[in-house]
Each structure stands twice: as structure tokens, then as C-alpha cells.
């Protein structure tokens, strides 16, 4: 899969998707990461891709000139027309099952805008879709358009090795992930849960799946309308709401 991102900030955003899991998969040829800088489309003498707002007000806007520009020539090169994501507060709120569902595409453009915004024809022209990672306002898309490669990368089929696999990972059965452990086996006076050391598959398997109801019933209950739920996840989700109704608030 290739991301091509279209940004002020080519080098931001290039380090930023070249180490770890992504770096390995850029290397593997699983994905691929083009920024493209959006002034060398500028016919500007002096490089300059935004303006004034007309109308008046604080701040510059970015112009739909090089903008355009940039998406056409990136859209010229490949072998059918790419969705093209312009990073915006104004957006749809980014998601798994989005994230899940982008992963499916062979080519996407993610535009990135910068000062107070970009040109509403540009948006109009050029735009498919507009997409927020979250109700609060970045100083521009970069940071956003990482957040989306990341998340919709390890999507991809081969990302993952089958150890870092998603299956069983958050937001993939609605819920939220258990704990982990790893060794010492007493950190600090804290001893790792007896069960995970049982050697109990079922009992572990059982453990973690209450343990997982009970952070998301703690942190993101409305998670639990959208989760699939079996009448023993029903049955825990009772007794924990119980426990943390109890006096000491639940936390044994
Ligand atoms: N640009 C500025 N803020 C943003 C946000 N929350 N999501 C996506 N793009 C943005």
C-alpha cells in the first residue's frame, strides 16, 4: 500500500514513519511513504503557498493553486484515481474500523493543511473525504496524517508479525486490552497476578477477559454498547459493576 502525503513538512513527516514496525515494512515493500512537498507546486516567485484570507481575519490561508497542482500530479501517476484525505478538525473522527477499511486501498493521499486552512475550493476540487483524529485543533495535518499511516499500516496485511498480531489487540473486539506482564516476577513490592503464572490457558484466557470488561467498563463504558458480549462477559459485567460500586470502590 502507498501513502502519499502531501505537506509543507516532507522531512517531519518521513523521519516520523521510517522507524520501528513501519520502517520494517517500508524496507519489506509492504508499504510505501511518499511525502511530497506542496511548494514545489507553488508558481509563487517566492515559494509562497499561502495568503490572506479574503474577508479579513487572523491568519493565512493555504491557496488552492499548489495544492491542486500537487494532488493532480501525485493522481497522474497511478493506475486508477486515489481517495484523497484532507486532515481537518472538520472532519469525520478517525477510527478503527476506518482504519481497517483504508488499509484496503492500493494508493491514498493524505493532504495535510497548515495556517488556519486551505482554500474551500481546493477542498472542493480536489477533496474526497475529511477526516479528524480528535476534537482538538493541531497546528497542522502532519501530526495527524502519522497517526492515520500508522494505524492503517499495521492493517496491512504482513505488517504485523503473527506475535504483534491484531486479532486479539483492543478495539478489535470492542473492548479494551488487558494487562501485560513481563519479568521480574515481583517489581517493587507488585507480584504479577497468580493466574498468569498458572500455566492455566483457560483460566488465563479467562482472567484476561474479565480484566478487559472491567477496564473498559471503567474507562470507555459506552465501548460496551458495540461489543460483542457472551452471557459470561454479561454475568462478569454485573459483578464488576458491583465491585466498583462497593465501598472501596473496587479495585481488588
Ligand atoms: N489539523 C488540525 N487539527 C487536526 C485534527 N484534530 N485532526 C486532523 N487534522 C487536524
Known amino acids: 500500500m502507498n501513502f502519499h502525503i502531501l505537506t509543507r ?8 514513519l521510517s522507524a520501528s514496525i513501519l520502517g520494517r515494512a517500508e524496507q519489506a515493500g509492504l508499504i510505501s511513504v511518499h511525502a511530497v512537498n506542496i511548494r ?8 509562497h503557498v499561502d495568503d490572506y484570507p479574503y474577508g479579513g481575519g487572523a491568519g493565512m490561508v493555504m491557496q488552492p493553486g499548489p495544492v491542486v497542482k500537487a494532488v493532480r500530479s501525485v493522481q497522474e501517476k497511478l493506475d486508477r484515481p486515489a481517495r484523497v484525505i484532507y486532515l481537518s478538525p472538520q472532519g469525520k473522527t478517525f477510527s478503527q474500523p476506518m482504519a481497517r477499511e ?9 493532504l495535510c493543511g497548515h495556517y488556519e486552512g486551505l482554500d474551500e475550493r481546493a477542498i472542493e476540487l480536489v477533496v474526497t473525504e475529511q477526516v479528524s483524529i480528535g476534537d482538538y485543533v493541531l497546528t497542522g495535518g502532519e501530526l495527524a496524517a502519522m497517526v492515520m499511516v ?3 499500516a499495521r492493517m496491512v496485511p504482513g505488517v504485523l508479525t503473527n506475535s504483534e498480531s491484531a486479532e486479539e489487540e483492543s478495539f478489535m473486539q470492542g473492548l479494551l486490552e488487558y494487562p501485560q506482564y513481563t519479568r521480574p516476577e515481583v517489581f517493587e513490592g507488585k507480584a504479577v497476578p497468580e493466574v498468569l503464572l498458572s500455566g492455566h490457558h ?5 482472567w484476561r477477559r474479565r480484566e478487559s470488561l472491567r477496564r473498559t467498563l471503567a474507562a470507555r463504558p459506552e465501548l460496551l454498547d458495540r461489543a460483542e458480549l457472551s452471557k459470561k462477559d454479561r454475568a462478569w ?3 464488576l459493576r458491583r465491585e466498583m460500586s462497593g465501598p472501596d470502590g473496587g479495585d481488588t
Open 9 to 16: 513538512f516532507p522531512d517531519m513527516v518521513e523521519q516520523g
Open 40 to 47: 514545489d507546486y507553488t508558481e509563487d516567485r517566492h515559494l
Open 102 to 110: 483504508l488499509a484496503r486501498e492500493e494508493d491514498l493521499i493524505l
Open 150 to 152: 500508522d494505524a492503517i
Open 202 to 206: 483457560a483460566n488465563i484466557a479467562a
Open 237 to 239: 459485567l454485573d459483578e
